[in-house]
């Protein structure tokens, strides 16, 4: 083997080890908008009522007024008639640049890191979340993508 060849498969790949195992290889978002659908309680944080409100041309009073429900004493996006987010619209996210911590965070949740149960649930609303991982490979994954994001918030 010549001295600068990679011996690593690509992301994807099924021959690559369990300690190979990326994020990538167990999600890969299919823009389909399926986690945009349902009553699930997109909760948003003052941060991010701030930065879409903006982002629409509202306040932050009159946004959460006009664009979400309250979950019991929190606000989450609202969904349309379609059952869909508000946002989603003509299969695309109009508020994506600024879309709420839990929208960019899906499906690294650190409820799976919990309960790598919940990766599996999560798989039946969700295509692009691959179920051919074990446990132990899904939480090492998403344990990963979770610190990593603190690390940056």
């Not at 999600?27 to 944080?45: A, K, L, S």
């Not at 640049?97 to 919990?114: D, G, I, N, Q």
Request: one cysteine or more; aromatic letters at 8%; glycine letters at 6%.
């Amino acid at each position: 083997m010549p001295s600068d060849a990679n011996p690593k498969t690509a992301p994807g790949d099924p021959k690559r080890s369990a300690l190979e195992k990326s994020p990538e290889d167990i999600f890969e978002c299919r823009q389909c908008g399926e986690c945009c659908n349902g009553y699930g309680g997109t909760y948003i944080t003052p941060k991010d009522i701030a930065a879409i409100a903006e982002f629409i041309g509202s306040d932050p009073d009159r946004f959460v007024t006009e664009y979400c429900q309250m979950s019991g004493s929190r606000p989450v996006l609202a969904v349309g008639e379609n059952g869909y987010c508000l946002f989603w619209k003509n299969k695309i996210c109009t508020i994506h640049p600024v879309k709420p911590r839990m929208c960019r965070a899906w499906p690294f949740l650190e409820s799976v890191v919990a309960d790598p149960n919940n990766w599996r649930i999560m798989s039946s609303m969700c295509p692009g979340i691959r179920t051919d991982a074990s446990n132990a490979e899904i939480i090492r994954c998403v344990r990963r993508v979770v610190e990593s994001r603190r690390e940056t918030e």
